[in-house]
């Protein structure tokens, strides 16, 4: 596993074990948004990278959910420092 995702309190949340180096934390870094594709959906959308590593929570529902391989994503500074809150972005005015 190189990414986890997870949901807490309806916020979706994106580690990789590569920590702040990997290239997709460096460009969320750098320019803010993107988009997720979802089959033919695609979702504009917000990335947030300051200050998540600690959010409470956030470590217990990556071990619930990947259970013994979460260590990867929970107990390594460098994937705690690469944490991603993803976002809706704002619908374009019409």
Same mark, same amino acid.
């Given at each position: 596993?190189?990414? $986890?995702?997870?949901?807490?309190?309806?916020?979706?949340?994106?580690?990789?074990y590569?920590?702040? $180096?990997?290239?997709?934390?460096?460009?969320?870094r750098?320019?803010?948004?993107?988009?997720?594709?979802?089959?033919?959906?695609?979702? %504009?959308v917000?990335?947030?990278? %300051?200050?998540?590593?600690?959010?409470?929570?956030? %470590?217990? /529902?990556?071990?619930?959910?990947?259970?013994?391989? /979460?260590?990867?994503?929970?107990?390594?500074?460098?994937?705690? /420092? /690469?944490?991603?809150?993803? %976002?809706?972005?704002?619908?374009?005015?019409?």
């Amino acid at each position: 596993m190189e990414v $986890g995702m997870v949901v807490v309190a309806g916020e979706l949340y994106v580690r990789a074990y590569r920590g702040v $180096g990997s290239r997709w934390y460096r460009a969320a870094r750098k320019h803010g948004h993107g988009t997720i594709r979802v089959g033919t959906v695609r979702h %504009d959308v917000l990335l947030t990278t %300051d200050g998540l590593e600690r959010r409470a929570g956030l %470590d217990a /529902a990556f071990r619930t959910k990947y259970g013994s391989v /979460a260590e990867a994503l929970v107990a390594s500074p460098e994937a705690r /420092a /690469a944490t991603i809150r993803i %976002d809706p972005a704002a619908a374009p005015a019409p």
